[in-house]
């Protein structure tokens, strides 16, 4: 089956360092992946939407210069948190879509936990 | 903006009950898939239901979609202490620019033996 590789699973790090999460789809390829974020016992809020070759689509309220997302290849998204701190500490969760469209499934990473001192 | 209400939020049963969770939305979906999300994991896909009136049953798990196609349900029979875990249900608009899945607050449930 489709594999999501996320990349690191858990990270922790001082207030004011910068966090590159990978998400990489290893045997398909994903025009589009997605960027979560899931607080405890919450569900997930869809962060940005991210296009190989394009600009990333933010939500409401999700600051771009914060999370900065690179999708350079079709197998490859990152997501980088810029100078982190301790509000930032949560659960970032990667899918990657099935290139084909958008009725194509979308299969999840494992998440990356960020914790922030 | 599209929403999808998920009820109940938490559920604790014994083991062998049969249990119910419901996903409503006032808004119509290309399709709709149920996660089951286990602790620091990422969503898990358990079926994608497309047509409306559409059941699909994976083994003690049986989904409908709504005939409308804004509501579904996961209904699970003789629940065991494996089935513990986060259900999400997610709604896709094919139509939509980007496809992207809009989320449930999801349904914590606990089997107990």
């Known amino acids: 089956g489709a594999v999501v590789s996320q990349h690191p699973s858990w990270v922790i790090c001082k207030s004011g360092t910068s966090v590159k999460i990978e998400c990489r789809s290893l045997?398909?390829?994903?025009?589009?992946m997605f960027w979560y974020r899931q607080f405890p016992k919450q569900s997930l809020m869809l962060m940005a939407t991210?296009?190989?070759?394009?600009?990333?689509?933010?939500e409401q309220g999700v600051e771009k210069d914060k999370f900065l997302i690179n999708h350079a290849s079709l197998t490859l998204s990152t997501l980088t948190v810029t100078s982190a701190h301790p509000e930032d500490s949560s659960f970032y969760i990667c899918s990657a879509r099935v290139t084909g469209g958008s009725n194509q499934p979308q299969h999840f990473g494992d998440g990356t936990r960020l914790s922030i001192l | 903006t599209q929403l999808l209400e998920q009820s109940p939020q938490f559920l604790s049963i014994q083991e062998g009950e049969n249990l119910t969770v419901y996903c409503n939305s006032s808004s119509v979906f290309s399709s709709l898939q149920w996660y089951r999300q286990e602790p620091g994991e990422g969503p898990v896909l358990l079926v994608t239901?497309?047509?409306?009136?559409e059941v699909k049953k994976l083994k003690r798990l049986t989904f409908q979609f709504g005939d409308a196609r804004k509501d579904s349900s996961l209904h699970i029979t003789a629940a065991q202490p494996g089935d513990t875990g986060l259900y999400l249900c997610?709604?896709?608009?094919?139509?939509?620019?980007?496809?992207?899945?809009?989320f449930g607050k999801g349904t914590k449930l606990s089997v107990k033996p």
């Open positions: 997610a709604g896709m608009n094919y139509g939509g620019s980007q496809g992207n899945l809009i």
């Open positions: 991210s296009n190989e070759g394009s600009k990333a689509t933010y």
């Open positions: 239901v497309v047509t409306g009136g």
């Open positions: 045997d398909f390829q994903a025009t589009t």
